[in-house]
């Protein structure tokens, strides 16, 4: 630990993302631009929310990193050790003990609660990118609160599929007021991002942009009056654990079709083995 | 009678160039001015000017609103400007592609300005959509193909039903024919003089082709160098041209 200033980033640094983290805070779902640092890692590997966890850690933190919901999988892993080397921080894989929690793309199944930290990866902040290419018009018409472009996207998913075939990175309108993208998580995980006890920070490094949902904020995805929101998942049991609540990964385990469904929250799924439930497919 | 736009003293210049110098006009609920003038005259910047895509140098732009009376659209704040271009304005871009959305369906088209006013029922939106897409001769079966698989007139057909689907009561329109063919050209003509007499709507017409203006338009400007050089009704100013620019545009016309 001699080799690193505590957590990597110098304090300026870390100093400037807390003051971006303070102000997204203050205006739930805004996008605040920071100056972005290059990290020891390619783009699009979380090095937002790399530098989120960077300056909201303390040596007293127990940290968790989760890749897809999975702790073992190589960006999880990789995280998860840059941590241990660059900060001496404790880590863990079980969600309650964890007191930061840097996750790719998923929330985990089990809720969290107050005192704990979600940091998002997020690779595209701005909801309204693929309809508005233009920074300058989508800045104004997230300060005009212009925001009917964004059902244009959802009534073309109707029209071409007879249903919102958005499935992940699902729009959600923050307290009636911004609309943000919740990272791509499947939107499974929509109504979890509502009402959390936790506070959740989202990072996105080559877009330089942190944003936050502070606890207990009100999030609400869009939808249509006559086509309502569904958080949907796969309609099968988990096949290790037999959960039937939770956010499952569809497996191919051999050339004849076969398939199995699993929890992607590794910790939720062995700690459901470690209390004796038991999936059809379990060993 | 309040006129709905009411134009006084527009100017802008680019620079020591002028674009527009002192244009004042008003515009009565439903009534069609017609704006012509050869290329450079200065009409686009007028008609920009007027739609709040260029802000003037000097003058006044007031359009009667629903609910507050007569407002002066270049002073008031920029999101009750942008409400006003959704709900009771329209503006018809030459090129189809500039005011269209060429990635989006034909529905999804027309519903946008139906969701930014609010719309949030998927059914109602499509039936508008649908519905809209009949009034301009659009076969209903197209209402999700991509503008791109249409022809240049039914694009162009489509940037107008999109516009008109919120009812406004004024529309802009910059060469709403140019780069259509005569044929498809005179269809437009009669689709739009029939919207335009079935909805009331006013309009702002800038063109440089004088049949539109013949058959569309009531009255009649003609620019050159920026500035006015005649108004007046269009029918006098086309058979009985006063100013020396007015007649030569009259009898640059091929007569075929």
């Known amino acids: 630990m001699t080799e690193y200033n505590f957590a990597y980033l110098d304090e300026q640094t ?37 530098q989120v966890s960077a300056a909201v850690l303390t040596p007293k933190d127990m940290f968790k990193v989760i890749d897809q919901g999975a702790d073992d999988t190589t960006n999880a892993v990789s995280i998860r050790t840059f941590f241990q080397r660059t900060a001496g921080v404790a880590t863990t894989t079980a969600t309650s003990d964890a007191t930061v929690i840097q996750t790719r793309h998923r929330i985990p199944e089990e809720p969290l609660h107050e005192g704990q930290i979600l940091v998002y990866q997020v690779p595209i902040p701005e909801p309204l990118r693929f309809l508005e290419p233009r920074e300058s018009e989508t800045r104004k018409m997230h300060s005009l609160e212009e925001y009917g472009l964004m059902h244009v996207k959802l009534y073309e998913d109707i029209s071409r599929h007879g249903h919102i075939a958005t499935s992940y990175a699902y729009p959600v309108k923050v307290e009636g007021r911004y609309v943000m993208d919740p990272s791509p998580i499947p939107k499974f995980d929509n109504p979890k991002l509502g009402d959390m006890a936790a506070i959740q920070l989202f990072g996105a490094g080559r877009e330089q942009r942190i944003y936050a949902l502070p606890p207990y904020t009100q999030v609400v995805s869009l939808d249509f ?6 958080a949907s998942k796969a309609d099968h049991p988990c096949g290790m654990c037999g959960a039937t609540d939770s956010y499952l990964d569809e497996l191919i385990i051999d050339d004849a079709g076969g398939r199995m469904f699993v929890c992607s929250d590794t910790d939720y799924c062995e700690a459901r083995q470690t209390a004796g439930h038991k999936g059809k497919d379990a060993a | 009678m309040t006129p709905l736009l009411s134009v006084q003293g527009i100017t802008k210049r680019y620079g020591a160039h002028i674009g527009c110098a002192d244009v004042s006009f008003d515009l009565y609920p439903g009534e069609v001015m017609g704006i012509v003038g050869e290329s450079g005259s200065g009409k686009s910047t007028l008609l920009n000017c007027m739609a709040g895509h260029l802000t003037p140098d000097a003058g006044q732009v007031v359009f009667d609103t629903r609910t507050n009376g007569p407002r002066d659209t270049i002073t008031m704040s920029e999101p009750e400007r942008r409400m006003l271009g959704r709900t009771d304005w329209a503006f018809v871009h030459q090129h189809a592609r500039d005011g ?39 076969d209903a079966s197209r209402v999700d193909d991509r503008p791109t698989t249409f022809s240049g007139g039914m694009q162009q057909r489509l940037q107008i039903a999109r516009n008109l689907v919120t009812g406004p009561r004024l529309v802009f329109m910059d060469e709403p024919t140019g780069g259509l063919d005569v044929s498809v050209q005179a269809r437009l003509l009669d689709l739009l003089r029939g919207l335009v007499r079935d909805m009331g709507l006013s309009a702002i017409i800038v063109t440089h082709d004088l049949a539109v203006v013949r058959l569309l338009a009531d009255r009649l400007m003609v620019m050159k160098s920026g500035r006015v050089v005649e108004a007046g009704l269009t029918d006098q100013v086309l058979d009985d041209p006063q100013h020396a620019y007015s007649q030569l545009l009259v009898s640059s016309v091929l007569q075929v």
Do not use: C
Not at chain 1, 18 to 47: D, H, N
Not at chain 1, 225 to 230: A, G, L, R, T
Not at chain 2, 118 to 138: M, P, Q, S
């Open chain 2, 100 to 138: 269209l959305r060429m990635g989006v369906s034909a529905g999804g088209n027309v519903g946008e300005r139906l969701m930014a006013v609010g719309e949030r029922n998927y059914g109602d939106i499509r039936d508008k959509a649908t519905d809209w897409l009949g009034r301009v001769e659009i």
């Open chain 1, 14 to 50: 870390k100093r400037m993302i807390r003051r971006a983290i303070l102000k997204g805070l203050a205006i739930p779902g805004y996008q605040v631009p920071f100056a972005s640092r290059e990290m020891p890692m390619p783009y699009g590997w979380g090095t937002g929310g790399v």
């Open chain 1, 225 to 230: 009056e006559d086509h309502p929101f569904e």
